[in-house]
């Protein structure tokens, strides 16, 4: 199942890669578009369906894209 594919990825080689978005849509209605966050490792998660996930990512979060996150929550 994909819940154990990111919960082993490091064992199946393989190398999750997170992207985000503060909306799905702008206030025009067009789509926005995703942030490349870069590579992460799998912490822990809660629950089934849906499964949340918290992932450690390799690099830091950009300062400005949490400035605008927090804007949009």
Not at 10 to 33: A, Q
Request: glycine fraction near 6%; charged fraction near 25%; hydrophobic fraction near 35%.
């Amino acid at each position: 199942t994909k819940g154990r594919r990111h919960i082993n990825h490091r064992e199946l080689g393989i190398t999750p890669l997170l992207f985000i978005r503060t909306s799905k849509r702008d206030e025009r209605g067009e789509t926005m578009p995703y942030l490349f966050l870069g590579a992460a490792d799998y912490v822990h998660h809660e629950g089934a369906r849906p499964m949340n996930v918290i992932w450690r990512l390799h690099t830091p979060i950009p300062s400005d894209y949490l400035r605008l996150a927090r804007l949009a929550s």
